[in-house]
């Protein structure tokens, strides 16, 4: 029987939420959102191996069947191994106008349990109700943009306008951007607020010059008490887009009404947008988000699972995902999805081993190649002494303990075997390596301070 609503962590919505991601990642962000970004999951019959998705429109349903049913079958079997067939048709999309700006990683999108849109005055996108500033966890690499971002949602006098945010993808900015709307709306309601991705602002704009009616389009953006405009690096190179983007930002602006822009790279580096517009940007408040550290990663895994308490995650599992899934939040975020995913499927419990099996390929293409000259550096800066005596033959034990437990790094964090370790640490035999290997496993059981020094290169050297 195809089952229809889903939770918010049952393992078929939190699969094609991991999925969509996955699609989004490979197919670049316009054929994503122009066709499968609408895609909605209808239910599922797992006993029969049977997914089934919807489309708004049988000609979207026809083309997302022609060129990606093989992918998407594909994809669904690699999260879900049970399933045999994916059904796409046209249909009812229910809940489509909150789903279209859902984040693509987090389930919930689906049928019946998508959360409301809220009501959008003067168009743009609605503000997904999952980005609110309570859901966002602070650390280093984002604490000024989340001040700058309270502070303009705060509503009070500005000493900055625009805020600009930059940062690589899956840090956080868009999340940012809409806490900063839900935040604003609640301390002014009615106020016009207007959250766009800069694709969308090109295109409306583009059509309201086809049409001659772009009057309408410049009256509604310059209407709103808070402006909003992400990923304005898709502009780059669109003159006449740029244009009426410039014009839009000062009237924003000299009308003393906010303005928040978002980019994929600082003003510096933002190729192919005009002079004139970075210098804007520049004047206002440049708030960089950087890519999370540990302690952020965890703190995010933990507030994630915070939300989710019937699903049982050990910390040291949280510890485990947070040191190795690096790249950015997004990925943690899918990578966690993943692993509650299979383990509701199978019934096994969350423990190291289960998710290494479980994100092997993820682990793998994740990790950061580190490298024995690094690990050296390292250590003779922990222990205070030159890297020169990494490879040297000196036998004290000042020097020679820290070698060891370089040595012993070297084979925990690197795929170098133990000849090649060896001889990168001044032409040592093999042998030499075993044992300085055996003699940290031994030093960290029994002394306490020794395990402690390593743990902190670990992580150090772990990112
Ligand atoms: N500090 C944080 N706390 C909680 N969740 C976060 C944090 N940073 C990022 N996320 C989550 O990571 C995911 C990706 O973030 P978001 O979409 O805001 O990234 P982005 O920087 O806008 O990326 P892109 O440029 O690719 O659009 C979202 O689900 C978001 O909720």
Partial sequence: MIQGAMSESDPVSLAWAEIRAGLRRDCGARTFDGWLKPIRLAGHDL????????LPSQFMASWVESNYA????????????????VHIRAGDVAGDAAAQTAPLDI???????????EPQANGGAALDARYTFDNFVVGKANDVAYNAARTVAEGGQLAFNPLFFHGGTGLGKTHL??????????????????????????????SAMRSKDTLAFKSRLRSADLLMIDDVQFIAGKDSTQEEFFHTMNEIISAGKRLVIS????????????GRILSRLSWGLVADVNPADFELRLGIITKKLEGMPQVSVPQDVAMFLARRIQANVRELEGALNRVIAYAMLTGR????????????????????RITIDEIQRKVSDHFCIRQAEMTSARRAREVARPRQIAMYLAKQLTPRSLPEIGRRFGGRDHTTVIHAVRQIEKLRKADAEIDADVRLLMRQLEG
Wanted: glycine share 4%; charged share 25%.
């Fill in 47 to 54: 006993d029969a191996g049977v997914i089934e998705l919807v």
């Fill in 70 to 85: 093989e992918r998407l079958a594909l994809a669904w079997r690699s999260m879900l191994p049970a399933i045999r067939h």
């Fill in 107 to 117: 389930p919930a999108t689906e049928t019946a349990v998508a959360p409301e849109p």
């Fill in 177 to 206: 951007m809409h806490a900063i709307g839900h935040e604003y709306r609640r301390r002014h309601p009615g106020a016009a607020v207007i959250y766009m991705s800069a694709e969308k602002f090109m295109f409306e704009f583009v």
């Fill in 263 to 274: 980019a994929d790279r600082s003003p510096q580096d933002l190729e192919g947008i005009e």
């Fill in 349 to 368: 419990p969350i423990d190291v081993d289960f998710v290494s099996e479980t994100l092997a390929d993820q682990l793998r293409a994740s990790t950061r």
